[in-house]
């Protein structure tokens, strides 16, 4: 069946670049999508990116696709403390009911 | 602005208990879902519903039931609470129409002693 993965930990010190991963196994995925979930917190979305594009871009934040990889990728620019949060990786495969399948999350740590 | 609501954001149970999670959503969606967040194991889907009276399970439901009543009401019922059922509980609501966004409510802290 469909999967998403994406490693569990990540951690930068600020200021640095954030590039968070994620694999998908299934190439019939219309769109792909990045949740942030603070400590304590429910899912928030961040951004999502059509399967037809390559690249989004919205203030710090570029998410690249390669489709032939299945590959998605968040960075974050300029990366500050109050991104430190747990990032997760969510694919639609066009089910009628708005199912998604998740990545387990990346929890990303930023240190001063 | 977008809302879903969950009724409370700690509950401390004891086995046994029958309990309820309450959910509400403002933004007439078709589709809601409950799903638990264990650490280690990202988001696991218990049930969703993608309208009134209608119910699928997910890919854990066994130890859950759901009521869907009204449209924008998703009730997530553990029937005998055990401690195995202790965690974070997120509700989720979407619309079928246009990009397919689930929005989540702030998260049910279960403990069940």
């Known amino acids: 069946g469909e999967d998403v993965e994406q490693s569990l930990f990540l951690s930068v010190r600020e200021g640095d670049s954030s590039v968070i991963n994620c694999t998908y196994t299934?190439?019939?995925?219309?769109?792909l999508y990045w949740y942030k979930q603070e400590p304590g917190a429910g899912l928030q979305l961040l951004t999502y990116?059509?399967?037809?594009?390559d690249m989004k871009q919205d203030q710090r934040l570029t998410v690249l696709l390669n489709k032939k990889d299945k590959h998605l990728s968040l960075r974050i620019a300029d990366t500050q403390t109050g991104d430190s949060a747990i990032y997760f990786c969510?694919?639609?495969?066009?089910?009628?009911?708005?199912?998604?399948?998740f990545g387990k999350g990346t929890k990303l740590s930023v240190k001063p | 602005d977008v809302k879903v609501t969950q009724s409370s954001r700690y509950l401390v149970k004891r086995t046994g208990e029958k309990v309820f999670l309450e959910c509400v959503q403002d933004m007439d969606h078709e589709n809601m879902f409950w799903y638990r967040q264990d650490p280690g194991l990202g988001l696991r889907l218990i049930y969703f519903?993608?309208?009134?009276?209608?119910?699928e399970k997910g890919d854990i439901p066994e130890g859950y039931s759901v009521s869907r009543e009204k449209k924008e009401r998703f009730s997530l019922i553990l029937e005998s609470a055990s401690t195995n059922q202790t965690s974070m509980y997120l509700c989720a609501s979407s619309s079928p129409v246009g990009v397919n966004i689930q929005y989540f409510g702030a998260g049910t802290r279960l403990s069940v002693l």
């Open positions: 969510a694919a639609d495969y066009g089910g009628s009911q708005g199912n998604l399948i």
């Open positions: 519903s993608y309208d009134v009276k209608m119910k």
């Open positions: 299934d190439s019939s995925s219309t769109y």
């Open positions: 990116i059509f399967s037809n594009m």
